[in-house]
């Protein structure tokens, strides 16, 4: 049943704080975050101090990423083990998301962000201990590739249920672009940052550099919290009863059950996606050494310089996107329409390369794509939870965006290998696929937009709770 008794308020889980008691000038940092998004009186030193949270947290995700190729590819059939790995990440999910849920029920925000930072950044230097021991150094790699796929997902997705938490919804769709302009940043800085460390450090001392960066974005965290929060802020569950699990609420949900199946399915549609480009470049390298105008021998560089090229489009893209476009659109158009302007980048992509399945076609398509991806469909989905309870952003978002997100890319890899290395078809069967996923993320997503209506002006999305032997 839906009840709008049950109906969550902007109100109901912390103080106004951010607004201004009484009008006032912006600031001049104020007015410099404006080149990216309104902010508002007094908004300014918190929205800065997240936007340098996210920074800080995807570059030590950077930092330490490179660890995880050079522990597992030193295995015996370690490449091998690569591609299985996705699918025992999600098996690892369904363990650790009712984890943090469990632990999410016993903490009010700040300790409850801050513990789990703390405890990962510990996980860091266990793991640096481990690699000064050559017994335990030769074990490390599926273990460390299974803990940095849990780790990367669950730590994003627990930032942006802070930020839920923390911004009203009206303030969530102003200040949200600006946090993805760190985000964004953030992937592509600390990528260049790894690489000039690297050479300085050494692989597994990185993984103290990310330590130290996580422990960063703890007390950034917590900066905010103090700043933010001089109200009480409770914890998730208050009440005996009165929560569930993370797979729980979303099975509970309506609304969150679409928000799921979207986390798939565009996951699905991307890796996808991702496989048509891999089979165009890999053709293209082919055709031009039967045409001899590539040596055999320089396939690994061509092909590794179309990829550069590719990262180089894609991360400019997104980055102009993010900074001078996300925040505009979304205020001129509405959540509910820029909602839709990545699925129809992806149809056209899609029936482009069903059409013409050509790397020229292709790769152009998919730069928008993914740009479009990395920055407003990245900044769309998280605002999406702006009008959840205090319990769906912390529990119920992380089922979404790790477990739901990780089954998008095991679905890719079952029509890979039925499609792929089964049947044996062209990428113009991929492409078709992905037509028809598309068209089933554009009802979703009309779906998901009604519904996201629906709570804004206050209707309930959770069943209505029945008392002891109610019928």
């Known amino acids: 049943m839906w009840s709008a008794s049950n109906a969550p308020t902007p109100t109901t889980h912390r103080a106004d704080l951010t607004a201004p008691s009484s009008p006032r000038e912006r600031t001049a940092l104020e007015r410099l975050l404006g080149v990216v998004t309104r902010v508002e009186p007094g ?20 930092a330490i990423k490179p660890v995880r190729e050079g522990l597992i590819l030193a295995m015996a059939s370690g490449a091998e083990y690569k591609a299985y790995m996705g699918a025992a990440i999600a098996v690892a999910l369904l363990f650790a998301v009712p984890a943090y849920a469990r632990f999410a029920d016993r903490q009010p925000r700040n300790r409850l962000v801050v513990g789990v930072t703390a405890f990962f950044a510990a996980n860091l230097v266990l793991f640096w201990a481990g690699s000064s021991v050559e017994s335990v150094r030769s074990r490390l790699g599926l273990v460390y590739y299974l803990w940095l796929g849990v780790f990367n997902m669950m730590v994003v997705a627990q930032f942006w249920a802070f930020a839920n938490d923390l911004y009203r919804e009206e303030q969530g769709k102003r200040l949200f672009p600006l946090l993805g302009v760190g985000q964004t940043l953030g992937a592509v800085l600390g990528a260049g940052l790894s690489v000039w460390l690297l050479a300085r450090v050494g692989v597994f001392n990185m993984l103290l550099v990310g330590a130290a960066l996580l422990g960063v974005t703890a007390v950034l965290t917590q900066i905010v919290h103090v700043r933010e929060g001089r109200a009480p802020v409770p914890r998730l569950a208050s009440a005996p009863g009165d929560h569930g699990g993370a797979f729980e609420l979303v099975r509970q949900s309506e609304y969150l059950r679409y928000v799921a199946g979207f986390a798939l399915l565009f996951t699905f549609v991307n890796t996808n996606g991702e496989y ?22 320089a396939v690994k560089e ?63 398509g998919k730069v928008a794509e993914n740009a479009t991806d990395y920055s407003l469909n990245n900044t769309l989905r998280n605002m999406l939870w702006l009008p959840t309870t205090r319990e769906m952003k912390y529990k119920a978002k992380q089922a979404v965006d790790t477990f739901f997100v990780r089954m998008g890319d095991v679905s890719s890899a079952l029509v890979v290998f039925l499609l792929g290395s089964q049947l044996h078809l062209g990428v113009r069967a ?42």
């Open 43 to 62: 908004e300014g030193v918190s929205a800065l101090l997240m936007t340098l949270n996210v920074l800080t947290l995807m570059t030590a995700y950077s």
């Open 276 to 297: 048509v480009l891999g089979r165009l470049v890999k053709a293209s390298a082919d055709q031009a050494v039967l045409a001899g105008t590539l040596s055999p021998g």
């Open 302 to 364: 061509w092909v590794g310089d179309a990829y550069s090229r590719f990262y180089l489009y894609t991360n400019v893209a997104t980055i102009a996107l993010q900074a001078l476009v996300v925040s505009r659109l979304v205020r001129v158009w509405g959540l509910e329409r820029a909602f839709f302007v990545l699925p129809v980048i992806a149809l056209v992509d899609a029936l482009g390369a069903a059409a013409l399945p050509l790397l020229a076609v292709v790769l152009p």
């Open 430 to 471: 991929f492409a078709l696929v992905n037509v028809g996923l598309v068209a089933l993320w554009l009802v979703l997503a009309r779906r998901i937009v009604a519904g996201y209506r629906r709570l804004s002006v206050g209707e309930s999305f959770a069943p209505e709770r029945r008392s002891p032997g109610s019928p």
